[in-house]
């Protein structure tokens, strides 16, 4: 039996690697000693490992901190921080189990021409066992006033590199040959439109990051996202915060984050809670419970912290998932002495 690299064929329930050009072909011999039976057995499983990453490559990244970091989905954000801002995610999925997902996160935005506008650039990789996507997105939003707030409409455009490294198998018979484990990088463009609305107090979005469907064999389908999100100021030193965000994907069921958390001191500089994330895709861990915490460490930057707790079968063989978010305000220094924090964000 042996595995090789050809073109990629559709109708196989799982053809992760079809966008790349990469299929597995299992040509069996005609032996059927249990030697040969266990290695069949055991490059079948390979075949599905390489199949089934797709259901992971194709998800957009999505944080448990979403109330953060709206820019990474919603180009219709952008600016909506009301300052020049640089936030940064790391996000741990799955602590412990080898080849598990780690993503990190990087978005700069600021608003500009009097805040009538919005810019964000966001720098995102994404790994997953030996299978690597990176993308860069530039956006752009136009804000108008409405009411206490502003609505950003937004649109922006990214370029995703998609790669994997084959090396990083390990079979019965040993590694793959090095002239057969790297793949070709695919690089694929794509546009995203939203909408953003938000005050000192609440916020509302709805977006879609890739309005171009590529389709499952090119990697990209298209995903809808909405959040929302509201303050409530229970006494000086105590504030309440509800959020709640959900995605839907085409060929998956929809899931939903509910979150909860309360704001102490007068100028709420910490922040716990916890959210409850839904879905019916049991069988990949959907289903978490979400501890997240958050800390104004000065008048510029900002610490947080949240740990996922699975609630499904997979939790079991692991740690759970950890994410740290660091935040730095771009705020003028005569502005930061006067007034301890210039403007308490909630989200």
């Known amino acids: 039996m042996t595995i090789e690299n050809t ?70 954000a952008a600016g909506s921080t009301g300052l020049p801002t640089i936030t940064a995610f790391h996000r741990q999925q799955w602590a412990g189990l080898e080849g598990a997902p780690v993503t990190q996160a990087l978005s700069v935005n600021s608003p500009v021409l009097a805040e009538r506008v919005g810019l964000g650039l966001t720098l995102v990789n994404d790994r997953i066992g030996f299978y690597n996507s990176t993308f860069a997105q530039a956006a752009y939003a136009y804000r108008v006033q409405l009411g206490s707030g502003r609505l950003g409409i937004g649109l922006h455009g990214s370029m995703t590199r998609y790669e994997a490294d084959l090396s990083e198998i ?12 790297m793949m070709a990088p695919a690089y694929l463009f794509n546009l995203g439109m939203g909408v953003h609305f938000e005050n000192e107090r609440f916020f509302v979005g709805a977006a879609i990051p890739q309005v171009l469907d590529r389709g499952q064999s090119n990697g990209q389908v298209r995903h809808f996202f909405a959040n929302a ?49 839904m879905s019916k895709t049991t069988a990949l861990g959907g289903d978490a419970l979400v501890a997240v915490g958050q800390y104004q460490i000065s008048e510029r930057i900002r610490a947080g912290l949240a740990y996922d707790l699975g609630l499904g079968a997979v939790r079991n063989g692991n740690a759970g998932s950890f994410e740290l978010l660091l935040e730095y305000a771009f705020v003028k220094a005569s502005a930061a002495q006067v007034v301890p924090v210039l403007r308490p964000r909630y989200f």
């Open 7 to 76: 073109k990629a064929r559709t109708g196989s329930p799982c053809y992760a690697k079809q966008k790349h050009g990469l299929a597995v072909r299992v040509t069996q011999n005609k032996s059927t000693d249990w030697q040969s039976v266990l290695l069949n057995m055991r490059y079948l499983h390979l075949f599905f490992l390489l199949g089934c990453t797709s259901l992971f490559a194709q998800q957009q990244p999505f944080f448990s901190q979403f109330f953060y970091n709206k820019l990474i989905a919603n180009p219709g």
């Open 170 to 181: 390990r079979t019965i018979s040993g590694s793959i040959k090095p002239e057969e484990s």
């Open 229 to 277: 999100g509201a303050v409530l100021e229970l006494s000086p030193t105590l504030r309440m915060r509800a959020a709640g965000a959900v995605r839907v994907v085409e060929n998956a069921p929809p899931s939903f984050d509910a979150h909860l958390g309360f704001g102490f001191t007068e100028d709420a500089r910490l922040w716990l809670g916890s959210t409850l994330r």
